[in-house]
């Protein structure tokens, strides 16, 4: 096989020709048959209506061009398309999507690779050989083959091979309205301007007409993106916390030799610099993919993001994130990271719209914290939206409101203003004490797991932080923090809680929660297999790290450990017996220890209930996790659509079993808590109430809602109902929460 150098000299030579289109087109083809060795090479154009039509071929009946046509989907030709992705074949026959041509002449041929042909980021005509005899492509051959393709795509692009016109017309999108689904990711609603965070660069200039000056852009670049990356971390608010880890991490992607390298051999081989950082972002793109490891394929958004800085650079784009931006930001990504989540800020970032992106992800998690709506899992959403177009994000409903029609735009409006005069009322509450009409007293607490959650402790009306989750801290770094940083971490945070309790749950990941620095374990149910406490004492030296920096950084102070899905007895007295041993580690040295330690359990395993008899004496306080609790009572994926909202957290089984742990625990007068969704949720608020939770732990921008509900409630008139409905056969206690509410002037 000819190298893709001479491929792209060749290609050069043949673009500055004096030839007509048609004559460049079957020059190319034929060229690129003879260097892949292949008895047939065919290129097929996009016209409109997403058909594509066969324009050139050197192998296949001559008859067959500009007479076959493939919708978009349709055969091997067509899936190339519609997933812009290669496909390579040793039988394509065999393959369940080929569709035989009879006019082509194509049945004698049985290996097939072919690749996309990208022009604006958008799928412009696929390029194609075959063989007779079985074959097994290379990759070498299939990276040969998409380089020639960027080739085609420049040259149609400006006319070289096909009209100008035709192009524009099949690239041209409706500009129409569109809902898109998606999942929520974090709460909340917005409306604002298009903003596309991984910018579509049109590389227009894809061949090399000096390769060594193009090295020397490419170089200048890498430089500058470096230095760019220096200077945010020399900014004030990345000083430290989790925004620092995770731009440390995106440093050392810069300054990756495997990935300059690449970038290089691209430039060597007759690419353009701009190019050449697309084809190298490609490749890496492609393996992250095949990666099993959910961590490494999330890292992708970091290399997306390096990416388009360089191609931003190379095209003579400012810093993308200090370009004009209109004042209500909608961003729109394939995905995002944390850390550039943090660099746009909370001032003129509204919402967020993402093609991935999970529920635990980084981002989203930060997103919360910054209470920034966010919906992921919106597919086509870099497709159909365009820069400037007005955007609706409904993250309470699911779904994207693209270039709405004006009775949508007023309807959300009108939504929006009764929200807002809902937030002022709830905000005029924050110093009010949450006291119930008949006199309960309820502590609003606030979950957290990041430095930036601490900042809204005040501004929320949270009397203290019954969850912090300290798996954060380990997730956005890029190794293992080392005892000083972890004692240093854990000391800002109880710093910024000033004289408010902090409850610390130690690590916990696994399931879908893991650390780029932990061997991974292939499972079958990972959210109920080696997580949490049974990672931490199976590494025992990482949890007796983590607890010996709990300890130094709270001295004379009061310290709360909870430690997560302890399953039995057994589990909690093995994990105390390994907190005293550090204790007694502390005090052998002369350390000065806590004032007061607690040590709790977080009650999400159904086991567990059943034992409370024997591990309430043990524990200073419960808190229950209605999330898993949920999961596992009820064995069903919370993260599956399919059967997530099958079980309502309302279902007098669930609710039952929490009146259980409340009853038991105040039999013995031990301190409860809830700290899982339910507590957040209105009507799951209300029911709690009545089943005799006096703590709940939530977001912090829900509580004022929730703390309206306390004010407006009869606690002991409502816990006289729950009594009565859950003796009925009652799929749901839903309806009569809702009717409750109601008759009482309760706003839900």
């Known amino acids: 096989m000819t190298g893709p150098q001479f491929l792209m000299r060749r290609l050069l030579e043949i673009m ?13 083809v034929k060229l690129v048959a003879g260097s892949m060795v292949a008895e047939v090479c065919s290129v097929y154009i996009m016209q409109p209506g997403n058909m594509l039509e066969l324009f050139e ?13 493939l919708a978009v989907g349709e055969g091997l030709v067509g899936l190339i398309a519609q997933t812009s992705k290669p496909l390579r074949l040793r039988d394509a026959p065999a393959h369940p999507k080929f569709s035989f041509r009879p ?10 690779l072919g690749v996309p042909i990208m022009y604006s980021s958008k799928v412009v005509g696929v390029l194609v050989v075959q063989n007779a005899r079985q074959r097994d492509y290379a990759d070498a051959e299939q990276e040969a083959l998409e380089t020639v393709a960027m080739g085609f795509a420049e040259m149609i692009g400006n006319g070289a091979l096909v009209s ?5 017309e099949s690239l041209r999108s409706s500009r129409g309205p569109e809902r898109l689904g998606g999942r929520r990711l974090a709460d909340g609603a917005a409306i604002g301007t298009a903003v ?7 590389i227009t200039r894809t061949i090399a007409d000096d390769p060594q000056a193009e090295l020397e852009r490419l170089e200048a670049a890498i430089r500058d993106v470096q230095i760019q990356i220096d200077e945010m971390l020399a900014q004030p608010v990345l000083a430290a916390g989790e925004s620092r880890d995770v731009m440390e991490a995106f440093r050392m992607f810069a300054h990756d030799p495997g990935w300059q390298r690449r970038m290089r051999e691209g430039v060597e081989s007759s690419l353009t610099a701009e190019a050449a950082v697309k084809r190298a972002h490609d490749l890496t793109r492609a393996r992250f993919q095949q990666v099993p490891d959910p961590y490494i394929r999330a890292r992708l958004s970091d290399m997306d993001d390096l990416a388009n800085r360089l191609l931003n650079r190379l095209q003579g784009g400012a810093n993308v994130f200090n370009s004009e931006l209109p004042d209500d930001v909608i961003l729109v990504a394939r995905d995002m990271g944390p850390a550039e989540l943090l660099d746009f800020g909370e001032g003129k970032l509204k919402g967020v719209v993402l093609e991935d992106g999970s529920a635990g992800s980084h981002m989203s998690i930060v997103a919360r914290a910054m209470n920034i709506p966010v919906i992921g899992t919106a597919r086509r959403a870099t497709e159909v939206i365009d820069p400037g177009d007005r955007v609706i994000v409904d993250a309470e409903h699911n779904q994207v409101f693209v270039r709405p029609e004006p009775d949508v735009v007023d309807a959300f409006k009108e939504i929006e203003s009764i929200r807002a005069e ?15 009409k008949d006199g309960v007293e309820i502590d609003m607490l606030c979950n957290a797991g990041l430095l930036l959650d601490m900042q809204h402790l005040g501004d929320a009306g949270a009397v203290g932080v019954g969850l912090f989750r300290t798996e954060l801290h380990f997730m956005v770094r890029g190794r293992l923090p ?23 749950r130690t690590l916990d990941v696994g399931g879908d929660k893991l650390l780029p620095y932990m061997k991974r374990e292939t499972e079958e149910n990972p959210a109920m297999g080696w997580r949490a406490i049974r990672i931490s004492l199976d590494h025992e030296g990482l949890f007796r790290m983590q607890l010996r920096a709990l300890l130094a950084a709270s001295p004379g102070q009061s310290l709360s450990i909870m430690f997560p899905m302890v399953a039995d007895v057994a589990e909690f007295m093995s994990a105390r017996e390994v907190l005293d041993r550090e204790i007694a580690w502390a005090c052998q040295r002369g350390r000065t220890l806590p004032s007061e330690i607690r040590v709790g359990v977080m009650l999400e395993v159904p086991a567990l209930v059943w034992r409370l008899p024997a591990l309430l004496p043990l524990v200073d306080f419960v808190s229950v996790g209605s999330n898993d609790l949920m999961q596992f009572l009820y064995a069903v994926d919370r993260g599956s659509p399919r ?25 013995t007068g031990t301190p409860f808590s809830i700290c899982g969704e339910m507590a957040g949720r209105p009507l799951e608020a209300l029911a709690l109430l009545g089943l005799g939770f006096r703590q709940l732990s939530m977001r912090s921008n829900v509580i004022a809602r929730i703390k309206e509900i306390v004010l407006s409630t009869d606690i002991a008139q409502l816990r006289v109902e729950m009594e009565r409905w859950l003796a009925r056969d009652e799929r749901t206690l839903r309806p009569l929460l809702q009717e409750f509410a109601g008759r009482h002037h309760i706003e839900i």
Request: charged share 30%; proline share 5%; aromatic share 8%.
């Open 422 to 436: 809902e937030e002022a009322r709830w905000q005029e509450l924050r110093n009010v004490p949450a006291v119930s």
């Open 103 to 112: 006019e082509t002449g194509e049945e004698i041929y049985s290996s097939m």
């Open 16 to 28: 500055k020709s004096g030839d007509t289109p048609e004559e460049r087109l079957a020059k190319v």
């Open 196 to 202: 596309l965070h991984a910018p579509r660069f049109d």
């Open 482 to 504: 080392r005892m000083q940083e972890q004692t240093r971490y854990y000391r800002s945070v109880l710093e910024a809680a000033g004289d408010r309790p902090v409850i610390f």
């Open 57 to 69: 071929t050197e192998g296949l009946n001559r008859e067959a061009v500009h007479q076959t046509r």
């Open 643 to 667: 059967v997530s909202d099958r079980y309502d957290t309302l279902s007098p089984a669930f609710l039952s079993v929490l009146r259980r742990i409340v009853r038991q625990c105040e039999d």
């Open 164 to 168: 100008p016109n035709l192009v524009a």
